[in-house]
């Protein structure tokens, strides 16, 4: 099947899904089961991608084949393409391999012509939606093929019912519609310069091209970036026999769950409306019904649609998202698909299957998204908040946000990247509206319902949204919300709650979540499976014991430099560093010292019994004291003043010129780590004597301490040699004036290539090496992050230059490869030699995967990315565990 480049629905299956796409796939095997699908079949991807090699041109090979799928639809559906009498009309949709939804192109309604409607009205007695299903199929393919914007049809449907005096669309007649067609056609012309297509074979291929080319659109490329879908994959395109929600009463259309997707409940969620498109739903232009009012209407069909719903939920063994059509009081089944779904709702799924028998705790545990869980590791807002709620809608997606309000998806990202929080505000987002969304916090939208594009693209990226609240009233020209009697302008703060559906005025107070019973289940399934220890880089007792109650197993990075960076500390920290010699130096650290000490402690007491990797000072001196350039400004100021106090000007230039005499061209490659530690022994010296007094003292208080004394920087192993050496003289000291043995081990931070590279070298004089892979990463590629971020990786990653962010996701061939010697050189050396790595890399879950596989001890992480990296470590281990069955089967 490797060549097919089309297959029918009933010739298909769903494990080719590589070639069919999802939704062709799930189309054949739903066909094969006996449901009520509408006949059709899937051009692949392979025909995608060979359009492509082909410059974009279908070649006749594939011509031929869709001619030969389409007479064998027509001869199965007993109606014919064109055919005046008795027309054949299809959808032409997209169906990638990953479903990407909203993000490619559609066209309904495909074989309507002048002649062809007119043969529907007949057939159908129903003038009204025979002109109004061609009026719909002009704008759909004006939109998608000939790239007309979507609101210059809409503009024409407007004045239409403006000047009959009417609000909804279902209120113009079939000579309404007669007269919005002829607009739609002349709009044609004039943009263009061409009739509408007459031709159904002609419209068919030119609708098949334009889902083509949708694959690469922009909406569609910044989606398969943020979710990470390779580009090479390309769509399949599904060609359908078309069904119809639009002929009156007795018919309807709809979306339905059978889950909840917001909170996971076992109950069928959806929404539908009577006479409409399917369209309609998901592009919020009508606020549909929820799902359960279909039982009084259509009691029947409702019946069908449950029994339906639940054989493909047992069938796929997960909860599903279907699309239906009712055609005069017959069900169809248009798609069935894995729901997207809140991190919440996933884990409550996947807990629930698995007490239900459906499938194991390994699936379970394989079926929630890591990266998802920061979701339900966000903040809410506080419940005793007094809060000032303007309006509510559909709480379409949980979770909270406040930010500025915007109108558009270019300013949302625009301003987002100046550093501002933004609320997207917006009458219904469109899949146009894709770059916004992931700039926003949070999505506000006055049309449209829980399976609106807004909704299913917020649930997957676990942004707060909030639908169809039609109590909101958006002046667009004006940039301006009015509710009731209050107007907020773009720029003012306002807050949503995804969870309730509240709009709320101003920013309101977040607290931290509380975690389900299904999520500590799910990960202690996880801790069952995993190798891979976690731990937490934690400054202070309070992540420290935050990160404790997310699962960490200990501290693998503790950074003192941020204990100095306190404002009530930094005139001691700076008279330390401004000491001009070792004796005020020394005097300087001595009120230090127990600052530091009550650190460690805290930071003890919140670990009791868990090991603490505590790094010694390892940024710049220079980064303590002011700016240069802001204090050259203020010399220069206090020099031109006429009436400068001359002891101030003497301070002030002093420091000016101690400034200058620390300023470094590199900091980040200059002097800090280790070489401070060298230089200035005294420092490292005064934090060591911190941690073993802290350490003793929590001894005597009945903790068990496991400090573990890491020296940055290092790439020679003279410089750990001597650093150790101190380490070890000061902690003697300590533990003999104290009268006490204190368990420690002394290992270095591996983050410069020279480092990896001589590591049987280094593991000589170390107990444990960490990888700090944000340096090593700045260090291998010789990228300033800073600088690299702000200027040209966005470029890299744009044009695939690098595959993706070495500072997100760890450089496997070049990072990875040191890590990897590193780790293997140390245990030849030291076969017990503990290692593990600090970087952010330490809480993403494919930077995770490689750590396991490279055999680390432990990864390493901001503690709200604990539980993240408890699951990301099962999966790795799950996924080794399957390879091995693999080549061993």
């Given at each position: 099947m490797s060549h097919a480049m089309v297959?029918?629905?009933?010739?298909?299956?769903?494990?080719?899904?590589?070639?069919?796409?999802?939704?062709?796939?799930?189309?054949?095997?739903?066909?094969?089961?006996?449901?009520?699908?509408?006949?059709?079949?899937?051009?692949?991807?392979?025909?995608?991608?060979?359009?492509?090699?082909?410059?974009?041109?279908?070649?006749?090979?594939?011509?031929?084949?869709?001619?030969?799928?389409?007479?064998?639809?027509?001869?199965?559906?007993?109606?014919?393409?064109?055919?005046?009498?008795?027309?054949?009309?299809?959808?032409?949709?997209?169906?990638?391999?990953?479903?990407?939804?909203?993000?490619?192109?559609?066209?309904?309604?495909?074989?309507?012509?002048?002649?062809?409607?007119?043969?529907?009205?007949?057939?159908?007695?129903?003038?009204?939606?025979?002109?109004?299903?061609?009026?719909?199929?002009?704008?759909?393919?004006?939109?998608?093929?000939?790239?007309?914007?979507?609101?210059?049809?809409?503009?024409?449907?407007?004045?239409?019912?403006?000047?009959?005096?009417?609000?909804?669309?279902?209120?113009?007649?079939?000579?309404?519609?007669?007269?919005?067609?002829?607009?739609?056609?002349?709009?044609?012309?004039?943009?263009?310069?061409?009739?509408?297509?007459?031709?159904?074979?002609?419209?068919?291929?030119?609708?098949?091209?334009?889902?083509?080319?949708?694959?690469?659109?922009?909406?569609?490329?910044?989606?398969?970036?943020?979710?990470?879908?390779?580009?090479?994959l390309?769509?399949?395109?599904?060609?359908?026999?078309?069904?119809?929600?639009?002929?009156?009463?007795?018919?309807?259309?709809?979306v339905a769950f059978t889950r909840n997707p917001s909170t996971g409940e076992k109950v069928l969620y959806g929404e539908y409306l009577i006479n409409a498109q399917g369209e309609d739903v998901?592009?919020?232009?009508?606020?549909?019904?929820?799902?359960?009012?279909?039982?009084?209407?259509?009691?029947?069909?409702?019946?069908?649609?449950?029994?339906?719903?639940?054989?493909?939920?047992?069938?796929?063994?997960?909860?599903?998202?279907?699309?239906?059509?009712?055609?005069?009081?017959?069900?169809?089944?248009?798609?069935?698909?894995?729901?997207?779904?809140?991190?919440?709702?996933?884990?409550?799924?996947?807990?629930?299957?698995?007490?239900?028998?459906v499938i194991s705790r390994e699936e379970a545990i394989n079926r929630v998204d890591p990266d998802q869980l920061d979701q339900i590791l966000h903040r809410r807002i506080d419940p005793e908040a007094d809060l000032e709620v303007l309006a509510k809608g559909l709480p379409a997606s949980?979770?909270?946000?406040?930010g500025q309000v915007v109108f558009d998806a270019d300013t949302a990202e625009r301003w987002a990247q100046a550093g501002k929080k933004v609320l997207l505000v917006r009458l219904e987002t469109t899949p146009e509206d894709i770059h916004g969304i992931v700039a926003a916090q949070g999505v506000l939208t006055t049309r449209g319902g829980m399976t609106s594009h807004a909704a299913v693209v917020a649930r997957g990226m676990g942004k707060p949204c909030i639908c169809g609240c039609e109590e909101i009233k958006i002046d667009l020209k004006k940039k301006e919300i009015r509710v009731e009697n209050q107007v907020l302008t773009e720029g003012d703060e306002l807050s949503i709650d995804g969870g309730s559906g509240r709009v709320i005025g101003g920013k309101v107070p977040l607290i931290d979540p509380e975690l389900s019973s299904e999520f500590q289940q799910l990960l202690a399934w996880a801790d069952e499976v995993r190798k891979l220890r976690v731990r937490t880089n934690a400054d202070n007792p309070v992540d420290a014991s935050k990160a404790r109650e997310f699962g960490a197993e200990g501290i693998g990075l503790c950074r003192t430099e941020h204990m100095f960076m306190d404002p009530e500390r930094v005139p001691k920290v700076r008279s330390m560093i401004l000491a001009e010699t070792t004796e005020d130096r020394e005097q300087a650290l001595e009120a230090l010292l127990p600052l530091q000490r009550d650190d460690f402690h805290g930071i003890f007491r919140a670990m009791d019994g868990l090991p603490v990797t505590i790094r010694l000072l390892d940024p710049p001196l220079h980064e303590f004291l002011p700016n240069l350039e802001e204090l050259q400004m203020e010399v220069a100021r206090?020099?031109?003043?006429?009436?400068?106090?001359?002891?101030?000007?003497?301070?002030?230039?002093?420091?000016?010129?101690?400034?200058?005499?620390?300023?470094?061209?590199?900091?980040?490659?200059?002097?800090?780590?280790?070489?401070?530690?060298?230089?200035?022994?005294?420092?490292?010296?005064?934090?060591?004597?911190?941690?073993?007094?802290?350490?003793?003292?929590?001894?005597?208080?009945?903790?068990?301490?496991?400090?573990e004394i890491m020296i940055p920087l290092v790439g020679h192993v003279n410089e750990l040699k001597e650093m150790r050496e101190l380490v070890?003289?000061?902690?003697?000291?300590?533990?003999?004036?104290?009268?006490?043995?204190?368990?420690?081990?002394?290992?270095?931070?591996?983050?410069?290539?020279?480092?990896?590279?001589?590591?049987?070298?280094?593991?000589?004089?170390a107990d444990f090496f960490s990888f700090g892979t944000n340096d090593l990463t700045q260090t291998t590629f010789g990228y300033s992050r800073d600088d690299a971020e702000g200027k040209f990786l966005h470029h890299y990653m744009e044009r695939k230059i690098l595959p993706e962010n070495p500072f997100i996701t760890l450089d496997r061939e070049g990072v990875g490869l040191l890590v990897s010697m590193g780790v293997n050189e140390g245990r030849m050396v030291?076969?017990?030699?503990?290692?593990?790595?600090?970087?952010?890399?330490?809480?993403?879950?494919?930077?995770?995967?490689?750590?396991?596989?490279?055999?680390?001890?432990?990864?390493?992480?901001?503690?709200?990315?604990?539980?993240?990296?408890?699951?990301?470590?099962?999966?790795?281990?799950?996924t080794e565990r399957e390879e091995v069955a693999g080549t061993t089967s």
């Open positions: 297959i029918a629905f009933d010739e298909g299956r769903l494990d080719w899904k590589h070639l069919m796409g999802g939704k062709g796939a799930n189309l054949a095997e739903m066909t094969r089961a006996g449901l009520p699908v509408p006949p059709g079949f899937t051009i692949t991807t392979a025909a995608c991608l060979q359009y492509y090699d082909a410059d974009r041109t279908m070649t006749r090979e594939q011509k031929n084949e869709i001619a030969s799928a389409l007479s064998a639809l027509e001869k199965r559906s007993g109606k014919k393409l064109g055919d005046p009498n008795d027309p054949l009309l299809v959808s032409v949709r997209s169906g990638a391999v990953i479903s990407m939804p909203g993000m490619m192109d559609t066209v309904l309604n495909l074989g309507l012509n002048d002649r062809t409607v007119e043969g529907l009205e007949k057939l159908t007695g129903n003038a009204r939606f025979a002109r109004d299903c061609y009026r719909r199929f002009i704008q759909m393919f004006g939109d998608v093929v000939l790239g007309i914007p979507h609101y210059r049809f809409e503009r024409v449907i407007d004045a239409k019912k403006k000047e009959r005096g009417v609000d909804l669309d279902t209120d113009l007649t079939a000579e309404d519609w007669v007269e919005v067609t002829r607009s739609f056609k002349e709009l044609v012309r004039e943009e263009t310069g061409e009739a509408f297509p007459q031709d159904p074979v002609d419209q068919l291929h030119r609708a098949i091209v334009a889902v083509f080319d949708s694959w690469n659109n922009q909406r569609a490329r910044v989606y398969r970036k943020v979710h990470q879908i390779p580009d090479d390309g769509t399949a395109v599904n060609v359908q026999m078309m069904v119809f929600g639009n002929m009156g009463e007795d018919s309807g259309t709809g998901v592009a919020g232009i009508r606020t549909p019904e929820p799902i359960a009012a279909l039982a009084d209407r259509m009691p029947d069909i409702y019946d069908s649609f449950v029994d339906i719903a639940a054989r493909l939920e047992t069938h796929y063994q997960d909860m599903q998202d279907i699309e239906f059509t009712v055609e005069r009081g017959k069900l169809y089944i248009l798609q069935t698909r894995s729901g997207k779904r809140t991190a919440h709702a996933a884990v409550k799924i996947a807990v629930d299957l698995v007490a239900e028998g949980p979770g909270a946000a406040s206090l020099q031109a003043k006429g009436d400068t106090d001359p002891r101030e000007l003497r301070e002030k230039e002093a420091l000016l010129r101690q400034v200058r005499a620390l300023h470094e061209f590199n900091p980040m490659l200059g002097h800090r780590g280790c070489r401070l530690g060298l230089t200035h022994p005294e420092i490292y010296a005064m934090q060591v004597e911190a941690i073993f007094q802290a350490a003793s003292q929590a001894m005597s208080e009945g903790i068990t301490v496991k400090p070890e003289q000061v902690a003697q000291k300590v533990q003999t004036t104290a009268a006490v043995d204190i368990p420690f081990t002394v290992g270095t931070m591996i983050e410069v290539p020279r480092a990896a590279l001589t590591a049987g070298e280094i593991a000589k004089s030291k076969t017990d030699l503990k290692t593990g790595i600090c970087g952010e890399h330490g809480g993403e879950k494919r930077s995770i995967h490689f750590c396991h596989e490279v055999g680390l001890d432990y990864v390493s992480c901001s503690p709200f990315r604990v539980p993240l990296a408890r699951l990301a470590s099962a999966q790795a281990a799950l």
